[in-house]
């Protein structure tokens, strides 16, 4: 009697016992996206040699053309790639990290400038080339400001922003 | 024997002095990186054709920082010698772009006040027919007059040099016959250039084949524009140049006394 005593007893506590473990609270959902640090990002020059395959065979600009062709001071960036075919083919990569949001919108308002201006040039000189820039766009994404001209322009300029 | 060898003296040192008189006394050849100081703080302003010259300095410098890197480069693809001489903008014309906006050549210059300014454009202008009555050539030469008084009033202390016109391609002699026209214009323009004060530049001839042509092999599209070789040319135009300058006493860079 004693021993059928205890052996419902311990069925009741293992009873418990499994049912305490299915009862163990959720973990805490991981958000679908984590920002990164500035420290922890990339240099942009870096990025973009990753996401162009060709970034190594473009003309390279320095920050007095930034200034001297669209107007962008060196104060409104922290970080810049200016790239360029070196020919009339209208390849083109612009990418600027901006310093606030306000620098951001005005770089973005040049740059579309800067693109209606190569549209403008290229519509009757060289039609391969108006192609590509009537279909690049200016795009931002936080502080990074992209404008890309290329047969994959579009995959391109989100692969730069992805991170961003 | 004696008269033998006293004349014989004397026909050698005869020799040795009419060698030293015909003899020209030769300037050193300056060093390229030498010879590219000379394009210090200096404008080149133009067609496409500067604007692919840009291009190759550029990527030149990627691997030889200092390769004209005194030139600073404002263009537009289709420029016109006659936009160069506007004093406003005219929004129809193809202009060049400062800062971010269309802007004439005149105060950009005004800006910039670089010592020296360098034109090449006249090719989109047509200038090989006759317009309203106007010769091509007169209606060239009108714009460089009236580029040479803007700069004047503008910035006078810039000097200006205007490029040759560049030559065609068989391709384009074929359809348009212009080679002639061009010397023409060439020659014309060297003559307005020494009346005026401005510089002439020649970088035609050296572009040219033995027919007066830009050869195939130094164009990137059978036409007018030049590849890497043509502009690798055009480079060595403006280092041959800047030797002529040096030896013309027109200009001593730093550290050559003359």
């Known amino acids: 009697m004693v021993k059928k005593l205890i052996a419902i007893c311990l069925l009741i506590l293992s009873v418990f016992a499994l049912s305490a473990c299915g009862n163990q609270p959720k973990e ?35 920050e007095e053309d930034l200034t001297d062709i669209l107007g962008i001071e060196p104060e409104e960036y922290t970080e810049f790639v200016y790239l360029q075919e070196n020919g009339l083919s209208g390849r083109e990569i612009l990418a600027l990290r901006a310093v606030d949001a306000d620098a951001a919108g005005r770089i973005a308002q040049r ?5 209606e201006q190569r549209r403008k040039e290229t519509r009757n000189y060289a039609p ?36 961003e | ?11 050698l040192l005869m020799s040795l002095i009419g060698t030293s008189v015909g003899e020209e006394t030769t300037m050193e050849r300056l060093p390229d990186e030498v010879l590219m100081t000379y394009y210090n703080d200096t404008a080149f302003v133009g067609d496409s ?75 989109n202008d047509n200038f090989a027919r006759e317009v309203n009555g106007v010769e091509g050539i007169d209606r060239g030469m009108r714009a460089v007059t009236k580029i040479m008084e803007l700069m ?37 323009l060297e003559k307005t250039c020494q009346e005026l004060g401005a510089v002439y530049v020649d970088i035609a001839t050296p572009l040219k084949d033995e027919n007066g042509l830009l050869p195939k092999s130094i164009s ?31 200009w001593t860079p730093a550290g050559y006394a003359q």
């Open chain 1, 28 to 62: 805490a959902e991981t958000p679908a996206y984590t920002e990164v640090p500035p420290a922890e990002r990339m240099a942009l020059s870096d990025l973009v040699s990753s996401v162009i395959p060709d970034a190594g065979d473009l003309v390279s600009f320095d």
């Open chain 1, 111 to 115: 740059l579309e400038n800067y693109l």
């Open chain 1, 128 to 163: 391969e080339a108006y192609q590509l820039l009537a279909a690049a766009k200016v795009e931002t994404k936080n502080l990074t400001v992209a404008l890309v001209s290329g047969e994959n322009a579009a995959q391109e300029r989100a692969q730069l922003l992805a991170g």
């Open chain 2, 1 to 11: 024997m004696k008269k033998g060898s006293l004349i014989l003296a004397v026909l």
């Open chain 2, 49 to 123: 054709l500067i604007r692919m010259f840009r291009n190759y300095v550029k990527d030149r410098q990627k691997k030889e920082p200092n390769f004209f890197k005194g030139i600073k480069f404002y263009s537009s693809y289709s420029y016109q010698l006659r936009t160069a001489a506007l004093e406003w903008v005219n929004p129809d014309k193809s202009n060049l772009v400062y800062k971010g906006s269309d802007e004439v050549l005149c105060k950009i210059m005004k800006d910039q006040k670089p010592a020296r300014l360098f034109i090449l454009a006249g090719l």
């Open chain 2, 152 to 188: 004047e009033k503008y910035s006078p202390t810039t000097q200006v040099y205007f490029f040759s016109m560049t030559p065609v391609t068989q391709k384009v002699e074929n359809k348009r016959h212009i080679r002639e026209k061009w010397d023409e214009y060439n020659a014309q």
């Open chain 2, 220 to 250: 990137n599209d059978n036409e007018y524009h030049l590849n890497d070789k043509g502009n690798a040319i055009w480079a060595q135009a403006l280092l041959d140049f800047a030797q002529a300058q040096y030896e013309a006493g027109q």
